[in-house]
């Protein structure tokens, strides 16, 4: 899964979370290409769809309006359209479904490659009273030919194969008009006639070619050290994030990799893009919490491109598990608690602050014989304190941190910022577990920032569908108070606090894994060995 990407942008093996990438490297085929397979060819489907029930109101309104009869039987007409329609739906489902992998999802659009040019090429032969050449040796069958390869591409032989077998169907329909009492040109005739599908067939195999030929280049140019890259778990404003795997160890791991178009955005956005992405880097592996993500590897490719590898979790962030399952217990959102509280207390014991505490940052997993084990993830806000906020750094805060969980202090601009901000938006992480809601809510950021600064929240209680514990509202609504100084004085403070809660050891391992057994998905495919190594 995605250990590091904001929100909206989180894919990959999060519970009950879904494979973004199918199986990549199906094919010798980039996993960029098959991500955005799923894509095209939904839309493919969707367009073919749209243009045969244009066909079949065409078709309906022929009568009406005394155009000359088309000389074609309608209810064969029909009966191919509509089936050709089924069957466009059908692709459509699956396609934007994503039930099938990357492997089937081509081998699918070279089935429908197929059964398009039948209805093309036999269909047409079938309905017409006499056999239908093409005046200069094109058929629109060659169109199809030519673009499934561009829209839906794979390997040559099974391009090649395809397309062959595409291109026959012209001919295919001659015969099979001949076996239905319609008049059967010599076969030079029809050689000559439909000679041009053959060599389109032969044509259609270039991009193949260069397809293939491209995931080589990637591969060689995705080389991060001693990883190789396996499928694309996601991808957020800094980088897109792989699952890795070492080519001596055989460990799977995840990558942060920043995107390379970054880089272009000028030569100051870079430097501070790649200062940030350093120091996330570095904040992190300084950082020695059990429920801080482990840090394995960071580096730089010969190509200038930056990664850093880590620890690859099994589990789902908080703020996807509320949205899914609602508010949780309190005594279980104590256990996440006191288990922020270590990670952030162990980092500003170092002098650091996260500055982006929020739910989508921290991941609870399965790890070994533990469950509802706590990961705060993305230190990519990390700075060191003391600090200063000035007017111009506020803004590039509200830009980079989140206003839904963002401390009054650093909306405000010109203070002083320490660990109590984090225990602020700690406070509205711990809010969101209890009420499945945020603090405030807004139509704009700006209006949400202007909450937090101004305006008192209500108690969570008052917006739970479940029982909240007094005490742990009490301590919930400290953490949300407008100045510091009225917060609980340190994450360690915080922790003791939580661990002292009447409530603390309710939650326990049994009710834990007795949760997880409940809520787990079934085990993803697995990658396909043909996946290409980079």
């Known amino acids: 899964m995605d250990q590091s990407l904001p929100d909206s942008d989180r894919i990959g093996q999060s519970v009950g979370g ?91 659009g070279l089935v429908y490659q197929v059964l398009l040019a039948f209805t093309g090429g036999v269909a047409i032969q079938l309905v017409a009273g006499e056999p239908q050449l093409p005046r200069w040796g094109i058929s629109h069958v060659c169109i199809i030919i030519l673009l499934f390869p561009v829209i839906v591409p794979n390997t040559p032989a099974r391009t090649l194969g395809a397309s062959l077998i595409a291109a026959s169907m012209d001919p295919l329909g001659v015969l099979l008009g001949g076996w239905m009492g319609h008049v059967v040109p010599p076969a030079t005739e029809i050689v000559v006639a439909f000679h041009w599908n053959y060599l389109c067939a032969g044509l259609a195999v270039i991009p193949s070619l260069v397809v293939t030929g491209l995931g080589r280049e990637v591969g060689k140019a995705r080389e991060m050290s001693a990883y190789r890259l396996i499928e694309r778990l996601g991808e957020g404003a800094m980088g897109e994030v792989w699952r890795t795997r070492h080519h001596q160890l055989a460990r799977d791991a995840a990558i942060k990799i920043i995107q390379p178009e970054k880089l272009l955005a000028g030569d100051e956005e870079a430097a501070r893009l790649l200062q940030r992405f350093e120091r996330e880097a570095q904040a992190t592996a300084t950082l020695e919490s059990p429920y801080t993500v482990e840090l394995y590897d960071f580096g730089v490719t010969d190509e200038g491109t930056f990664f850093y590898v880590m620890e690859l979790l099994d589990g789902l962030d908080l703020d996807s598990l509320v949205r899914r399952y609602g508010p949780v217990p309190s005594e279980r959102a104590v256990w996440f608690l006191i288990q922020v509280c270590h990670s952030l207390a162990d980092a500003h014991a170092r002098g650091l602050m996260h500055r982006d505490v929020k739910p989508a940052n921290i991941f609870a997993c399965r790890k070994g014989l533990d469950s509802d084990f706590v ?64 603090v405030f809510d807004a139509t704009s950021p700006v209006d949400v920032m202007i909450q937090h600064v101004n305006r008192e929240p209500e108690p969570p209680s008052v917006r739970s569908e479940l029982a909240v514990d007094p005490a742990l509202e009490r301590i919930v609504l400290q953490c949300l108070q407008k100045e510091r100084d009225d917060r609980p004085h340190s994450a360690a403070a915080l922790m003791t606090r939580l661990e002292d809660l009447p409530i603390a050891r309710a939650w326990t391992p049994e009710r834990s894994w007795e949760w997880w057994g409940r809520h787990t998905p079934p085990v993803p495919e697995p990658v396909a060995e043909e996946v290409v190594p980079v």
């Open 375 to 438: 990961k705060v993830l993305d230190f990519g806000l990390v700075k060191a304190r003391p600090s200063v906020v000035a007017d111009g750094a506020t803004m590039e805060n509200a830009v980079l941190g989140t206003p839904a969980y963002m401390p009054p202090e650093m909306i405000r601009g010109g203070e002083e910022i320490d660990g109590r901000a984090d225990l602020y938006s700690l406070g509205c992480v711990a809010y969101w577990l209890l009420t499945g809601r945020l």
């Open 18 to 108: 879904r494979n973004s990438a199918g199986a990549p490297g199906a094919g010798g085929l980039p996993p960029d290409l098959l991500e955005s397979a799923y894509r095209r060819l939904s839309i493919l489907s969707l367009v073919v769809s749209a243009l045969l029930v244009v066909n079949l109101v065409i078709y309906s309104l022929l009568p009406l309006i005394s155009l000359p009869d088309p000389g074609q039987p309608p209810d064969l007409v029909d009966l191919f359209v509509l089936g050709m329609l089924v069957l466009s739906g059908g692709v459509f489902f699956l396609a934007r479904s994503r039930r099938l992998g990357a492997r089937r999802l081509l081998d699918l």
